[in-house]
């Protein structure tokens, strides 16, 4: 059961925050999601968010709606993580609550909730299946930073799922940066073979979800204090180069890592989807 518990009239269409339960990370979950004016069914964009963000920071923050209800897209953005009381978690900003990294971990404490990936692709999908009107065979996914991790790491590991990927900003090798190290060790423990199927560039490199996408869109900014260290987009340009998968590295010149820079280009990945996904 999926209940709502706000809705707002935004750019003609309807914009709901929601909550339900799920059986992925055994409690209570929430998410926005717009629907655009008109009947539907309409093709739905995951959007993914990255570290401390909830499903309220793209809402209020990214002004991706007017774009959205002009292409005729829906737009789903889930929390980055399970919540509440029980529910592990760690004083750092970069793990635990907030930090999911969109994977199942199997090490304690995290192993009991800590299950975003089976939450995204099997629960969040199916509420907004039931209850929206929502076209299933027309999804993609986008994100940003963790998010944008989150958003390329399950668009190859569940091609089936969805028809196209975007990502801003996002950390495409977390085997390779300090984020990904200690979110890895803690979620997946010590054996490197686990954080593989986690590492968009080395499922990338190793073949992944091989002929499912056209292109794939990233959009980086250049004064992005995160770009040499814990980024590193040319590692995912290397292995798509390697396999023969077209990407579109955009490099904007003087964007930070903030909500700034994806207000300015999100109207250009919403467009981006709705093309692939037949809006």
């Not at 339960?21 to 069914?41: C, L, V, Y």
């Not at 939450?119 to 027309?138: E, W």
């Not at 969805?162 to 085997?175: D, L, R």
């Not at 990233?218 to 396999?243: H, M, R, W, Y």
Request: charged residues 15%.
């Amino acid at each position: 059961m999926t209940e709502v518990l706000q809705q707002h009239r935004v750019h003609g269409g309807t914009l709901s925050y929601c909550r339900h339960q799920s059986a992925a990370t055994g409690g209570a979950m929430k998410f926005s999601i717009f629907i655009p004016p008109g009947a539907g069914p309409f093709p739905v964009l995951v959007w993914l968010s990255g570290l401390t963000c909830t499903e309220e920071n793209f809402t209020t923050k990214a002004g991706a709606y007017g774009a959205a209800a002009q292409a005729g897209i829906a737009i789903v953005a889930p929390d980055t993580s399970p919540r509440g009381e029980g529910v592990a978690d760690d004083p750092a900003y970069d793990l635990g609550q907030g930090a999911g990294f969109y994977l199942d971990a199997t090490q304690a404490p995290w192993a009991p909730h800590f299950r975003m990936e089976s939450y995204i692709t099997q629960d969040l999908l199916a509420a907004v299946d039931a209850v929206f009107p929502v076209d299933p065979l027309r999804r993609g996914i986008s994100g940003h930073s963790m998010g944008g991790h989150g958003a390329l790491t399950l668009a190859l590991r569940h091609p089936n799922l969805f028809g196209s990927v975007s990502a801003f900003a996002p950390i495409v090798s977390p085997t390779r940066c300090p984020w990904g190290e200690k979110a890895f060790t803690a979620y997946l423990g010590a054996d490197h073979d686990a954080w593989r199927a986690h590492d968009a560039a080395l499922l990338m490199a190793g073949g992944a979800a091989r002929g499912a996408y056209d292109d794939i869109l990233i959009d980086q900014g250049t004064a992005d204090s995160f770009l040499e260290n814990q980024l590193k987009p040319q590692l995912f340009v290397e292995a798509c180069a390697a396999v023969g998968q077209k990407v579109t590295l955009r490099m904007q010149e003087g964007y930070d890592h903030s909500y700034f820079f994806m207000a300015s280009f999100i109207a250009d990945h919403v467009a981006w989807h709705a093309k692939r996904l037949g809006a």
